[in-house]
């Protein structure tokens, strides 16, 4: 399973941006999919996640500000990210639990990442 994200860059303080992730390879179910980022100099740490049933969520100090929605059918994950802060700025990765054919365990997905820039 692979997965591409698209949708960072360099924005201003307060702006906004989406981020999208596709995943591709053999997928018979796909479990979870969500977002991990890791700024300079810091660990990896979780931003959200959306399971298969829908529940969404995330860490605290993107609550209100960060929303993820899923594509289903299309394995695909976004995160619209708004009001954004510096202590945004950090390379965004998505993240995946799938199940790649029936009666497989489960195995998980990253991606490379995309960066997200936030500076005035």
């Known amino acids: 399973v692979q997965l591409v994200e698209s949708g960072g860059g360099l924005v201003q303080p307060g702006g906004s941006l989406r981020l999208s992730c596709a995943a591709s390879?053999?997928?018979?179910?796909?479990?979870?999919m969500g977002w991990y980022r890791q700024a300079p100099g810091k660990q990896r740490e979780w931003v959200a996640f959306e399971s298969s049933g829908g529940n969404s969520n995330y860490t605290d100090s993107v609550k209100g500000r960060f929303t993820i929605s899923r594509d289903y059918a299309k394995n695909k994950v976004f995160l619209q990210v708004n009001t954004l802060k510096p202590e945004d700025t950090a390379v965004y990765y998505c993240y995946a639990e799938v199940i790649p054919e029936l009666g497989w365990p489960g195995m998980h997905a990253w991606g490379k990442g995309t960066l997200v820039t936030v500076s005035s």
């Open positions: 390879g053999d997928i018979f179910s796909m479990q979870l």
